[in-house]
Structure formats: C-alpha cells, structure tokens
C-alpha cells in the first residue's frame, strides 16, 4: 500500500506545509546555535539549573565546551528558550523596512532631514540606514519626525477658529444641491 502519491496535488499540498513547519521549527529552535550566541554567565546559569547537586560541577565543567559534545543526559535537561534571541516576524521587518524607506524619502526631501539623519548614522557608527538594528529605525524616524515638527512654522487652531470652520463646512454642505437645507 502506497500512502504518499508524488501525482496528487493534495498529498503534495500536505507535504509542502508539513516541510514549511519543520523549517519554522528548525529556525525557531537551534539549540547548538543558541548556545554559541550565549555568553559565559549565560551558560553557566543554563548548566546550574540542570541539577541542584550537579549544577555547579556541570558549570565548571561545561561552560566553554560546544554544545554538541555535552553529555545529552545533560543538554536534554538544559532549557536554552529563555535564552534565545528574538527573531523578527515578517510583520515587524515589513514594518522596518517601511520606517526605511519613509527616513530616505524625508532624507532626500528635505535638507535638514538628511543632515539630522547623517548625524544619527555618524552617532551609531553605520554607514546607513539599513544598517541599524530595527530600535534604531523606529528612534530615528520618531526623532527625525519631532526634528522636522521643531522646524514647522505650524501653529494649532484656537477653538474660536476650529468653530468658525466646523460652521464655514456646515453652511457648505447645506449649500450643495440634494442636501438638507434643515428648519
């Protein structure tokens, strides 16, 4: 009996969203790669929560040893996910690239803009904008946005003026053919 046909779309369907899942899970969950991104202390904490009476031997030592050649009767005991990185969702790279390419079209815009961004690179020591990390994107596009408002000559409605043209609008729109006149 052949459980997996290579000719039916749906098994083939079924068999490209188990391996994108497998993937995800890879990706979400390197234990060795974890592990190297770890500092000293880190390790060591991770080793001493192992065991109550084996931890700090365990700490001793394993901390500078690879991952992989740690005993598994250790490293299956070993919880690494408070220690993993945070990997971007597409979302929030959407969001980042976004924040970009908003920064570049103010920067090209506008004198000051590009100046002020300069500068902000010139303090983070990246040659651009794709270079930040994605905190560094959102602070300068809220930096560069209250810059930019510093600069503006803009000056907010007094009430007085606020009514005066919610009234103008409302005459208007009486005005126009097919609307209600009203009393």
Known sequence: MNIF???NKKHI???REELRRAKRIIREYNEEETWNNM???ERS????SVDDDMGPDFADEFTDTPWLKIPDVITNRVNLRPYMKQQPD???MMHTRSLIRGIKSRAREDANAAKFVKAYLAKTMAQNVEDLTSQQVEDLMFKLHDFQASL???VAP???EQEQSSQAAYNYYKSMPGNWKGD
């Open 152 to 154: 503006s000559n803009f």
């Open 45 to 48: 904490q991770a080793l001493l």
């Open 13 to 15: 369907e079924i068999l």
């Open 158 to 160: 007094t009430p007085e």
């Open 5 to 7: 046909d290579a000719n």
């Open 90 to 92: 597409r979302r929030s």
């Open 39 to 41: 500092t000293d202390p």
